[in-house]
Structures are given as C-alpha cells and as structure tokens.
C-alpha cells in the first residue's frame, strides 16, 4: 500500500480504529507521570469527585487517542504533524477495564496558497466504549504532504 | 498552607511554574509509546520535516506542561478537574535538552448558577524556554471547588 497523501482525504469520510483495552496499571503510571491528581491514581480519591470513582486523566485519554490514530492511518500517511488542536471534551470518565475505539470523520481539506508541499485535513476524533458511549472528542488540523505541490483538485 | 478554592484566583494574576529540563531520553520513550512517527523517533526524520530535527510530540508538551502545573498549583488547589481544553498550539518545537518553565495567567473566573459547588477559572498556559520563546499554548476551563456553595463574589 502507497502511503496516502492529502489528496487522499475527502470530507464525510468516516473510518474506526481499535479496539483497545485501557488497563488500571497504565492509568496509574500516566498519572503518577504527568497528572498526580489523587482522582487518577486512587479508587476512594476519584470515587469522591465528579469523576465518581477512579479514571484517566484526561491527558491520557488524548495520548492514546493519539497512539491508536498512528497505527490506525498517521504513519501510512504523509503525516507533517500539526499546529495543534482546536478542542477538546473529556464528557465521560475513562475507567480501567474499558475498552475503547476511535472513530475519525474528516472535517474539510484545504490547500493554503502559501504553504504549496501540504495540505490540511481537519479531522473530528471520537473515542467510544464498548457501550457506544462517547468518552472523548477531539477536533484537529493535520498537515499531510500534497502528492503534487500545488495541486488544487 | 490551606488549599486554594475558586474564589482565590483573580483574573489577570500570573505565576511561573518550573524550570524542568526535558532530555532526549524521555521525548524518545514517550513518542514510543503514544505518537510513534518518525520525527518523534530519529533525529534523521526529524531533520526531513519541518520540525528541522528531532522534537517531541505535541502531546508529550500537553502532558509534561500538566505535571509542571499539577506540581505548581493545582495539587494545593481544589481541582474537580476539567472539560476538555479549548486550544492547543504547537508553535515551536521542544528539543532534547531545552529547559522550560510554564506560565499561567488566568483569563476569567465564572461561577455557573447551575453547579453551586465549583467555578470555572479560565486558564491560558504558555510554555516558554530558556531563551524566552514560547514553544506551547494552552487554554483550559479548570473545574475548582467554592469556598461557599453558591457564593457569588
């Protein structure tokens, strides 16, 4: 398989990738890593917050999102990364023992003028339980190369 | 020291949070694990994109920026947490053996009538390095505890 360009992208294309199961043990290590809030490392801690028992932090739920894109289509993409991300909603709590998916529809493409070696896919991420459930949203630009520099299709 | 509560914070206040020096160890491993694309990976890759040489993740910035204010105020604040992030930027990359610090200041305080229990402190988040350029930006809705439920200062 050729990896995909940004000509390759067409808004409304929807595509899902997972499943993966989310462990107690890797929301622990993240959050005694990057977000030691008593809710993300300790059962009583989270069950006294809204969160209602423990979960992931936030942060981790975006970082496997992350993880679960880049096997599911970045790295057979022309991937040149991205200047950010416009939002994030962390509706539902991440619980250890779930399982998850992520589900990307392409929002637009656009080819900047100025920038001709790449074009733009803005992507609207969802990850989703095994209940249907949304946990996470997330909406981000992707720079992806052009097949041919310039090129306006 | 007591815990800060939502009526602590003023709009307008700012505070710095670190240094931290990020090395090339921890940018490798991370990118291993939750964004493995190549310019995360080799410092060759890197150099091909326009990242100009190896840098860390986006999110590997995202989640080092929350330890540094985890560590910095929120742990000796009354968290409940947050909804999401309204805006990321990656405006420069974070290389091997740059040392950052954090800046917080605080856009707006808002205590929804709905929910009498916590206030919404906005929040804008740069992360700076050691030569004073910004490399992240950040704003986030944090969820913190009132004093006094209801109380509308």
Redesign the interface.
């Known amino acids: 398989m050729p990896k995909r360009h940004w000509e390759d992208f067409k808004p409304g294309t929807v595509a899902s990738y997972g499943p993966r199961l989310v462990t107690r043990e890797e929301i622990v290590a993240f959050a005694a ?5 008593p ?1 993300h490392l300790d059962e009583a801690a989270g069950a006294a ?3 209602g028992g423990l979960a992931a ?3 981790h739920s ?3 999102l ?2 679960m894109i ?2 599911g289509f ?2 057979e993409t022309h ?12 509706l539902r709590p991440l619980r250890p023992g779930t399982q998850v998916r992520v589900r990307t529809t392409v929002l637009e493409t656009r080819a900047p003028n100025s920038r001709p070696e790449f074009g733009f896919v803005r992507c609207f991420f969802e990850m989703i339980d095994e209940h249907d459930s949304v946990l996470t949203t997330m909406t981000s630009p992707l ?1 992806i190369r052009r097949r041919e520099a310039g090129a306006r299709p």
Chains 1, 2 share one sequence.
């Not at 991937?79 to 962390?90: I, K, L, N, Q, T």
């Open positions: 890593e990057f977000d030691p809030q809710m917050t809204l969160l932090s936030g942060w975006c970082c496997i992350m993880r880049a096997d970045i790295n991937s040149m990364g991205a200047p950010g991300v416009d939002e994030v909603r962390w720079m």
